[in-house]
């Protein structure tokens, strides 16, 4: 599905559910995820056997794939990427850094977010506005969490650029229901990209298969764009 929303110079590989035969993984990636539920050691393999079937559609080898600094995955040298995983689905985006800046892709299931503490907390005014706009005209899109879903892949995006948190208030999202598009406003400095400060991101979205996921390609020629 991710793979619909990005352009071809970035490989994608996903799982709808883990494998009966998991994954074999690195010694480090395993000493990573030894202590970890049965049921994250599952998701971890699966994501990295996403990542390894991506890599390989770039020409590379397999490689271990471990989280570094908040979770972000560090990526072979040369290589951008993002990955993504919720419940029965799974999935990996790369690219080389000469093709593209910087990917984020999430993924989460299509229900609304738990309550209303949890929608104050990651949106803005001006976006709970919005939301109350869109679900009246599509009642059957659950908007919260595809909201929730691009300031994820947002972060995503950001992080490997600046190597600084962004908050929930600190981008707006506007999502266009009818070209499958969303684009965030940073609220705060963007990172200097090609030579340009970047203000913003542009990404797309779907709703298929009891999810919704959103993704952000950002490459030299589209920086300019989003600034």
Not at 119 to 143: Q, Y
Not at 159 to 183: H, K, M, N, Q
Request: glycine content about 8%; hydrophobic content about 50%.
């Amino acid at each position: 599905m991710i793979e619909e929303l990005l352009p071809k110079t970035v490989a994608v590989a996903e799982a709808f559910g883990d494998p009966a035969v998991p994954l074999a993984l690195f010694a480090e990636e395993a000493a990573y995820v030894a202590r970890s539920v049965p049921a994250r050691q599952a998701e971890f393999r699966t994501v990295r056997a996403c990542a390894r079937e991506a890599l390989g559609q770039l020409g590379l080898a397999p490689a271990p794939i471990l989280p570094g600094t908040r979770g972000a995955p560090r990526w072979p040298a040369s290589v951008v990427g993002s990955m993504t995983h919720c419940a029965g689905y799974r999935a990996a985006a790369v690219a080389f850094a000469e093709d593209v800046v910087t990917v984020g892709v999430d993924a989460e299931p299509d229900r609304p977010l738990p309550d209303a503490d949890v929608l104050e907390a990651v949106t803005l005014p001006a976006e709970r506005v919005m939301l109350a706009g869109l679900a009246a005209r599509r009642p059957d899109i659950s908007w919260d969490r595809l909201l929730f879903s691009a300031k994820e892949s947002v972060y995503k995006a950001w992080y490997p650029l600046t190597e600084r948190p962004l908050d929930f208030d600190e981008a707006r999202i506007t999502v266009d229901p009818e070209s499958g598009g969303f684009s965030a406003r940073l609220l705060v400095p963007g990172p200097v990209v090609a030579g340009t400060r970047l203000t913003g991101f542009r990404g797309a979205w779907l709703a298929r298969e009891g999810l919704v996921v959103t993704a952000i390609a950002l490459t030299s020629d589209n920086a300019a764009e989003s600034a």
